[in-house]
């Protein structure tokens, strides 16, 4: 206290005292002075904690990336594939450098912008991830090879161990300015060697798409007899792509199977025929179609778009499953597919919203990966990995297109995410709360200054 307001305070104590005011017990002068000191040294230090608080809320979980996970394992065919998978996808770090995040079980983008990717580890670890521009911008959405160590972008592979890109900058210029790469993202291989995309040659058109390899080398896959556009499904093995051609009638799709070798000069025709309207379905006039090869090389997953009437724009999706020697409808009944037993009766064909994501397999059954991850049956909508609400529309894309072995969790990452809901506010609460006792004690200090009684010394004069 100042020695003018010490002066003031004693002036204005005989005043009270000459007016028969009683003076403040000494008790409540002293309890008074130890609360303003306490006042004085906490409310600083508060507002010190809250700051701190909120921008910790704010960077977490942003960190240093994970370099390598041990969840790889090699398959009967000796290829090596990942073999976990987060059970939760917590939200973005809001401050973080694009980096090396290892090897990579999701990838993740939000359709409000493409260019802001994300790398979920197996433990659920979330990583800003920096790739080149995407060709012709929105164009070629992320594929994560089965390893998930390479992810590919259109026609441009990133190495997410050493952060190699490939083919060269050259290589790649020149590629944008020659080919024309569609919105599908790439087929992986399954030994994780080479990369098929959807592409087709400007001018004369003379090849269909383009094979990319990790080992840098470029194959330009043949065009199809009477130049039709391949509805790929994936490769039957690490050298040989699955491929359909529609040969249907108008409001109907009929899908010729073709297979291609890599290095060979043409499509060859082969099993099987798979007919999606053949219970009486109508094709959609976007007629769009695209389609699926199960991990396992048994099953067809095939999808038409479907145009919403009130926007004209393409907003679900229709799908069927049919055997991959075959072509037979086996509906979308799988025991189990959710992990807790449940049976779903089998229907022909399944439709959701949402169009442009890849659905993923798992356990022998895709999986929805728009916004949320789920099965296809129509009773059972839970599915084995959450996604944060944080993320605008996210499109999910795992190594490989399928979460093979065990789901993994990290208890930090879980804890992270609850402390980001609740912790914000709780602290806004706590802040209120502090103020509105800090003002009530207050008042109640400056009421207890004055306060009336009997006088106890006499009056000047």
């Known amino acids: 206290m100042s020695p003018e307001t010490l002066g003031s305070a004693l002036r204005d104590l005989v005043d009270d005292v000459e007016a028969g005011s009683a003076p403040p017990d000494t008790t409540v002068l002293w309890a008074g002075g130890r609360r303003r000191r306490r006042t004085a040294r906490l409310v600083p230090l508060l507002a010190a904690a809250c700051v701190a608080a909120l921008v910790g809320l704010l960077v977490w979980p942003g960190g240093a990336p994970r370099a390598s996970v041990p969840a790889v394992g090699v398959d009967d065919t000796g290829a090596v594939r990942l073999t976990a998978y987060p059970s939760a996808i917590p939200k973005p770090p809001f401050i973080g450098t694009p980096g090396r995040p290892g090897l990579t079980a999701a990838v993740l983008t939000e359709e409000s912008d493409p260019n802001r990717l994300y790398a979920v580890s197996p433990g659920g670890h979330v990583t800003r991830l920096g790739l080149p521009e995407a060709p012709l911008g929105y164009a070629a959405l992320p594929s994560l090879s ?270 992270r995410e609850h402390l980001w809901v609740w912790g914000g506010r709780l602290l806004v609460l706590l802040s209120l709360v502090g103020l509105v006792r800090w003002f009530t004690r207050r008042r109640g200090w400056r009421a207890g200054s004055a306060a009336p009684g009997p006088p106890f010394l006499p009056s000047r004069g």
């Open 146 to 415: 089965p390893d998930g160590r390479w992810v590919a972008r259109g026609f441009v592979l990133t190495d997410l161990l050493r952060g190699v890109t490939l083919p060269s900058p050259a290589a790649r210029q020149g590629l944008s300015s020659t080919r024309m790469p569609s919105e599908q993202p790439a087929w992986w291989s399954p030994d994780s060697r080479r990369a098929y995309v959807d592409s087709t040659n400007q001018g004369e058109i003379t090849s269909s798409g383009l094979v990319v390899a990790t080992d840098g080398t470029l194959t330009e896959a043949p065009l199809l007899g009477g130049g039709r556009i391949p509805v790929v499904a994936g490769w039957l093995d690490d050298d040989t792509v699955l491929a359909f051609v529609d040969v249907g009638e108008p409001g109907s799709v009929r899908l010729e199977g073709r297979t291609w070798r890599v290095g060979d000069p043409s499509w060859e025709v082969s099993a099987p025929d798979v007919e999606p309207n053949a219970d009486g379905e109508v094709a959609d006039e976007s007629g769009i179609v695209r389609a699926a090869l199960s991990p396992d090389r048994t099953r067809v997953l095939v999808t038409e778009a479907l145009t919403d009437a009130a926007t004209s724009q393409v907003a679900n999706t229709r799908a069927t499953i049919h055997d991959a020697r075959t072509g037979a409808n086996v509906g979308m009944s799988e025991p189990g597919v959710s992990g807790v037993g449940t049976t779903a009766p089998a229907v022909t064909s399944v439709t959701w919203d949402g169009w442009r994501c890849r659905p993923a397999w798992r356990a022998g059954s895709p999986l929805i990966t728009d916004r949320t991850i789920r099965t296809m049956t129509p009773l059972v909508e839970g599915g084995p990995v959450q996604v944060s609400t944080r993320y605008a529309q996210p499109c999910v894309a795992f190594a490989g297109d399928e979460l093979l072995g065990v789901p993994t969790a990290d208890p930090a990452q879980v804890w």
